[in-house]
C-alpha cells in the first residue's frame, strides 16, 4: 500500500488522499472474501460452500468479490496513508474507488484530520488553592451527619407538627366541590416542608395536632403538570385544576419527628471503634483533612484545565466532539451491560433517544478533545519524549490495576497509542509542577 497524493483542501482541517493498494495485499482481501461468502453461494455441479473461487469468477464475473474485498482493505490503507502523510484522520466523508484489476486498486478518499492547534503562556499558569484548614465547625458537621445517620423517628404527642416532622394523615380531595380519582389516601406518610405535594397544602399541615379534622385549600399552579405529581396528588385535568381551587379534607393520625442520639462516649462507641469523643474528634480532624485536601488538588487540576482551554488556538472539527460524545456513549452502554442492563431499556426508561443521550456528553465531550489538544500541542512544543521505561512502567500500573499480566495488556494496548497518552501525561505534569499556587 502506498500514498500516492495528499492534497490540502480549502477547508479547514480537511485533505484528499489518493492511494494505492499493491496487488499482494488486494489478492489476499479478494481470498478473504471468497472464504467468507462461498458457504452461501450455490453453483450446479457442486456441493453447497463447495464451488471453487475460479468457477464462481467465470460465472459471476472476475470482480464478483472485488467491492467487498476493497471494503477489506480501505482501513489498512487509510492508516498507512494518513501516517505516511503526517496527518491523524478524524473522519472520512467519502471514499471513491478509481480502479480495480488483479495488479490492485486505487481510491481516493476526503478526510477531515486532527488540527495542529497552538498554545502559549502554558508554564506559569496561576491558580488559587482552597483552604485546607480543618475547623471546630467542620469536625462538628461530620458529627452532625453521623447523628443523622443513626436517628430515629419517634411519636411526638405534646406539640403541633412543624416542618421536618412526618405527619401521618388521611385526606379526600374535591375539585370545585367534587371528589376526583387518585385524590384519596388513609395513613399517609408526608414529610413537612419536602415540597413533595402542591404548594400550600404542607404548609396549612403546620400547627395542628394529632386527632385534628381540618380543611386545607389549594390553588394548583398554572405551569402544573399531571407527571411531575404522579403517585402523590394525581388529577383528571391540569387544565381545569389549574384555574380551580381543590379542597382536601384531613384527618390528623400521628405526627413523627426525628430524634438524634446525645454526642457523648456511648455515641462514639455505636458510630466507630474509638472509645472517647475526644478520640473520635481527632479522627474525624484527619478525615476532613485528607478531603479537604483531595478537593482542593482537584479544585486546582480543574483550574489548570480550564485555563489550558481557553489558551488553546486553531479551529477544531466538529467530527471530534462528535467521535468523542460517541465513545463517551460506549463506555456507558459497557457500565451499563456490566450491572446486568441495556441501553434499550435504559433510554425507554428514561424517555429519550439516542440523540438526546448523546447530547448529554455532549459538553463534557467537548472539554475533553479541548483539553488533549492542549495537551498534545504542549508536549509538542516542550518536545517530550517517551522512553522503554515509561512504557513499561505503565503497562505495569495497568496491569495491576486490571489484575491482568503485563503481556495481556501489551496485547490489548498497543505501544503506539499508550505511548501518546504517556506523553499528554508527562505534559500535564509539567504545567501542574510550573504553575504558580497561591
Avoid at 403541633?160 to 384519596?184: H, L, M, R, S
Avoid at 390528623?252 to 455515641?267: G, M, Q, R, S, T
Avoid at 466538529?318 to 434499550?344: H, I, P, T, W
Wanted: proline share 3%; charged share 35%.
Amino acid at each position: 500500500m502506498a500514498l500516492k497524493e495528499c492534497t490540502k483542501k480549502e477547508q479547514a482541517n480537511s485533505y484528499e488522499l489518493e492511494v494505492n493498494v499493491d496487488g499482494e495485499t488486494f489478492g489476499n482481501a479478494v481470498n478473504r472474501v471468497y472464504k467468507k461468502q462461498v458457504k452461501s453461494i450455490n453453483i450446479p455441479g457442486f456441493r453447497k460452500g463447495k464451488a471453487p473461487r475460479h468457477v464462481i469468477e467465470k460465472m459471476y464475473g472476475s470482480e464478483v468479490f472485488y467491492e467487498d474485498a476493497m471494503q477489506d482493505c480501505y482501513p489498512d490503507a487509510l492508516y498507512e496513508a494518513a501516517k505516511e502523510a503526517g496527518i491523524k484522520i478524524v473522519s472520512v466523508e467519502t471514499l471513491e474507488a478509481i480502479e480495480a484489476s488483479k495488479e490492485g486498486f486505487s481510491f481516493k478518499a476526503n478526510v477531515v484530520v486532527e488540527p495542529e492547534m497552538e498554545i502559549n503562556n502554558y508554564l506559569g499558569i496561576e491558580v488559587t488553592k482552597k483552604s485546607t484548614e480543618v475547623t471546630d465547625e467542620l469536625v462538628d458537621e461530620e458529627i452532625e451527619k453521623v447523628r443523622d445517620r443513626n436517628s430515629r423517628m419517634v411519636t411526638v404527642d405534646d406539640r403541633a407538627a412543624q416542618n421536618d416532622d412526618v405527619a401521618v394523615i388521611d385526606f379526600e380531595g374535591f375539585v370545585d366541590g367534587e371528589a376526583f380519582e387518585g385524590g384519596k389516601a388513609e395513613n399517609y406518610n408526608l414529610k413537612l416542608g419536602s415540597g413533595n405535594f402542591i404548594p400550600g397544602f404542607e404548609e396549612q399541615i403546620v400547627g395542628h395536632k394529632t386527632g385534628e379534622e381540618f380543611t386545607i385549600t389549594v390553588k394548583f399552579p398554572d405551569d402544573y403538570q399531571a407527571e411531575e405529581l404522579k403517585g402523590m396528588i394525581p388529577a383528571p385535568s391540569p387544565v381545569l385544576l389549574s384555574a380551580s381551587k381543590f379542597s382536601s379534607t384531613s384527618c390528623f393520625h400521628e405526627i413523627k419527628a426525628k430524634e438524634l442520639p446525645e454526642v457523648d462516649d456511648e455515641f462514639v462507641k455505636d458510630v466507630s471503634d474509638k472509645e472517647t469523643l475526644d478520640e473520635y474528634k481527632a479522627e474525624l480532624k484527619e478525615t476532613v483533612a485528607k478531603r479537604l485536601q483531595d478537593e482542593a488538588d482537584k479544585d486546582v487540576d480543574n483550574q489548570i484545565s480550564e485555563k489550558l482551554m481557553e489558551l488553546l488556538e486553531g479551529e477544531i472539527p466538529e467530527a471530534m466532539y462528535d467521535n468523542q460524545a460517541n465513545e463517551m456513549v460506549r463506555e456507558f452502554d459497557m457500565r451499563l451491560r456490566s450491572q446486568g442492563l441495556d441501553m434499550k431499556t435504559y433510554m425507554q426508561y428514561m424517555g429519550m433517544d439516542a440523540n438526546a443521550l448523546k447530547g448529554m456528553y455532549k459538553e463534557e465531550a467537548e472539554k475533553r478533545v479541548k483539553l488533549r489538544l492542549a495537551l498534545e500541542a504542549v508536549a509538542r512544543k516542550e518536545n517530550i519524549e517517551v522512553t522503554e521505561a515509561d512504557l513499561d512502567a505503565e503497562y505495569g500500573k495497568m496491569a495491576e490495576a486490571y489484575k491482568m499480566d503485563v503481556d495481556k495488556v501489551k496485547e490489548a494496548v498497543p505501544a503506539e497509542s499508550l505511548t501518546e497518552d504517556v506523553k499528554v501525561e508527562k505534559a500535564l505534569n509539567l504545567v501542574k509542577d510550573k504553575a504558580v499556587i497561591k
